[in-house]
Antibody, heavy 115, light 107 residues
């Protein structure tokens, strides 16, 4: 079970943090992957982080602007994205898995970037 | 990056029809392919992993096949609950790219 933080409205240039709190499995045994979906568009893989926060892989598209971390005390994963533009308006999903298929998924967090 | 191309982009079908969605990879990905179903306003749901392995709880009318660069998802007899958008995803090499999606709607 993955539960994400609530929707947010951000201004261009701001930073974003989305959380993903997990339950029902051993958090450190799995990666968490982040995927986003712009309005009316397909799915875009952003990157993944290991449960212990030391094994990270980011899409080159977001390199330098994204950071994915975990907190093992709360079984929560975080995705930080900086320097937001309107192109970052999307639903952001976390999902369990990092070297294979993704299951289950969080419910999604709608992020709107607008001045 | 590995490009994933699905066809068709839209598919109109009726309850009871057999439908097939194709996913092609721009380079070989062995059998490292998953299929997801997504309904409006909902998160994607894993249907098939490793090209042909059915995820637990997924009805047996769904099946996947293929290896290398060409893959298919088949629904043997469409049910009303199956009208949704379907995505393939390769997990052979980073970044783990998705196809653009196939929207399956009611004829």
């Amino acid at each position: 079970h993955l539960v994400q933080s609530g929707g947010e409205v951000k201004k261009p240039g701001a930073s974003l943090r989305v959380s993903c709190t997990t339950s029902g499995y051993t958090f450190t045994d799995y990666h968490i992957t982040w995927v986003r979906q712009a309005p009316g568009q397909g799915l875009e893989w952003m990157g993944r982080v290991g449960g212990l926060s030391v094994d990270r892989k980011y899409s080159q598209k977001f390199q330098g602007r994204v950071s994915m971390t975990t907190d093992t005390s709360t079984n929560t994963a975080y995705m930080d994205l900086r320097s937001l533009t309107s192109d970052d308006t999307a639903v952001y999903y976390c999902a369990r898995g990092g070297r294979g298929s993704l299951d289950p998924w969080g419910q999604g967090t709608l992020v709107t970037v607008s001045s | 990056d590995v490009q994933m191309t699905q066809s068709p982009s839209t598919l109109s079908a009726s309850v009871g029809d057999r439908v097939t969605i194709t996913c092609r990879a721009s380079q070989t990905i062995s059998y490292w392919l998953a299929w997801y179903q997504q309904k409006p306003g909902r998160a994607p749901k894993l249907l098939v992993y490793k090209s042909s392995s059915l995820q637990g709880g997924v009805p047996s009318r769904f099946s996947g096949s293929g290896s290398g660069t060409e893959f298919t998802l088949t629904i043997s007899s469409l049910q009303p609950d199956d009208f949704a958008t379907y995505y393939c995803q390769q997990y052979d090499s980073y970044p783990y790219t998705f196809g653009q999606g196939t929207k399956l709607d009611i004829k």
